[in-house]
């Protein structure tokens, strides 16, 4: 079995001493540890401390040329987006999508909702109330948030599902597999329980295991996802970039 490459890492531009190091530090550490492709996907705009400034995508892309060539890592572009309002929109505009490799959505707390009712509704409810038993109401409007972000948005992945949101995972699972949207394996935290992910895996919901890495050294480091892939017999099949390269819909090409 081999891990092809890690497509959820953050580095210094995830602002604030949030992500530690630089693209050619997590490039190298994919080098060694003999990734083929890694992808630099640091937080949303709206993320009022740790997000990626527009401004500072030039700056990103020249790092990621010089890495690529010192590294001869193949990396990629992204964005971990964030879900700002209770309608499906999240952080990324229609122009963002010109320097894009590939999106990634997830829910954050302290972002920028687009008004108050989303910043009660999504930030507020879900930081203060129970992870383990969310209201029914809850529940279903964090779900349709989701189902509203895959359905207006081209999503490669879905991020971290159900940490700190709970969700109808069944749904949003079933949604992203409608949309050709991958459902992350986290190499640090899988919020499902084994009977979701059986579920999702005999209804073909295609995964991608991630290291969700913060620092260089974590970059490739993906033992939780793999040990949860073998313990519940998931397909390799089903894990696209296990033993293969993934396709991401929303790509425009190489950096």
Known sequence: MIL????????????????????LENASVAADKGLKQIAITDH???????????????????????AKEVTGVDILLGVEANLISRNGDIDVREEDYEFLNLLLMGHHRMVKMTNCKDTLALNYVNMIASPFAPSKQRLNRNTTAFLKALDKYP????????YGFPT?????????????????????????????????????VKFIVNSDAHKP??????????NTIFRLGIPLSQVVNIDKTPKFS??????
């Open 250 to 255: 929303n790509k425009r090409g190489q950096n």
């Open 168 to 204: 109808d995972t069944l749904a949003v699972a079933r949604m992203a597999k409608q949309k050709g949207t991958y459902v992350e394996l986290n190499g640090k935290r899988i919020n499902f329980t084994d009977q979701e992910l059986d579920i999702m895996a005999s209804e073909g």
């Open 217 to 226: 050294d974590r970059v490739g480091e993906c033992n939780n996802a793999v």
């Open 155 to 162: 999503i490669d992945v879905i991020t971290h599902l159900n």
């Open 4 to 23: 092809f490459g890690d497509y959820h890492t953050h580095t210094k531009y995830s602002r604030h001493g949030h992500g530690k190091g630089s693209v």
């Open 44 to 66: 949303g705009f709206n993320h009022q401390f740790y997000g990626v400034r527009r401004k500072d995508i030039p700056d990103v892309q020249e790092d990621i040329l010089n």
